[in-house]
C-alpha cells in the first residue's frame, strides 16, 4: 500500500512538473498527458516569469530527490566555482552519491539508489557511506557491499533488468554491473547529465 501511495504521488508531481520522475510515472503520463486536479486538461493562463523559474528549480528538485536546503547549498557553491554557474550546479548534484548509484544502474529510481546507501549497502573505495548526499571525487569506486550483493533487487540490477528505463550509462561513469562496481573516472560535464532542465532559468530564480 505504502509503495502504491508513493507511487502515485510521483505521479501527480510527474504530471504538475510535466516530466516523469520515475518509470512507473512516465507510463501514468502516456495515459494521462494533462496536469493533476479536476482542472488538469483546462487551458492555463500564461505563467509569470517567476513562475516559470519556480518550476524549472522544482524540476531540477524533484529530479534528484533534494531538499531546498540542499538545492541552496549546493547553488552556493556552484556560484563560488569557476565557470558556468548553470552548468556548475548540475556538475555538482550529479557527483552526489545516490545519483551516481543511479546512473551505475543499481537502481532503478532515484528513491530506490538513496535507499541502498541510507541502509549500507553502497561502499566507496571499500568504505560504507550512508550519505545520499555524499560527494564522489574523481577516481574513486562505488561499489556495493560484498553481503549485499546476493539480495535480489541488486542481482536483478546486477543482471542489466534496469538498463530498458535508465538512460545510457554516461562517459563519465566506468560500469561493471555485473560486478555491481562504477568509478567515477572524471566530473561530469552538464551535456553528458541525462536531466532535463533549463539550467538558467533555476540560476535566476535564485539570483531574484
Do not use: W
Not at 560484498?146 to 550509462?169: C, F, K, Y
Amino acid at each position: 500500500m505504502a509503495n502504491n501511495t508513493r507511487a502515485r504521488r510521483t505521479a501527480r508531481l510527474s504530471r504538475a512538473l510535466g516530466i516523469a520522475l520515475t518509470p512507473k510515472a512516465a507510463k501514468y503520463m502516456e495515459r494521462r498527458p494533462y496536469g493533476p486536479g479536476e482542472h488538469g486538461r483546462a487551458r492555463k493562463k500564461q505563467d509569470s516569469d517567476y513562475a516559470v523559474r519556480l518550476r524549472e528549480k522544482q524540476r531540477l528538485r524533484a529530479q534528484y530527490g533534494i531538499r531546498e536546503a540542499q538545492m541552496t547549498r549546493a547553488f552556493e557553491e556552484a556560484r563560488r566555482t569557476k565557470g558556468l554557474t548553470g552548468e556548475n550546479l548540475i556538475e555538482l548534484l550529479e557527483m552526489r552519491l545516490d545519483a551516481l548509484v543511479l546512473r551505475a544502474g543499481f537502481a532503478r529510481t532515484i528513491a530506490q539508489a538513496r535507499q541502498l546507501v541510507v541502509h549500507r549497502h553502497i561502499m566507496v573505495d571499500g568504505i560504507r557511506v550512508d550519505r545520499p548526499s555524499f560527494r564522489v571525487s574523481e577516481g574513486q569506486l562505488v561499489h556495493v557491499h560484498t553481503r549485499s550483493e546476493t539480495m535480489v533487487p541488486l542481482q536483478v540490477a546486477a543482471a542489466g533488468a534496469h538498463r530498458d528505463v535508465l538512460p545510457q550509462v554516461p562517459a563519465y561513469l566506468d560500469v561493471k554491473l555485473d560486478a555491481l562496481q562504477a568509478r567515477l573516472v572524471r566530473r561530469p560535464k552538464r551535456s553528458e547529465v541525462p536531466v532535463t532542465c533549463e539550467e538558467q532559468l533555476v540560476v535566476e530564480f535564485y539570483a531574484r
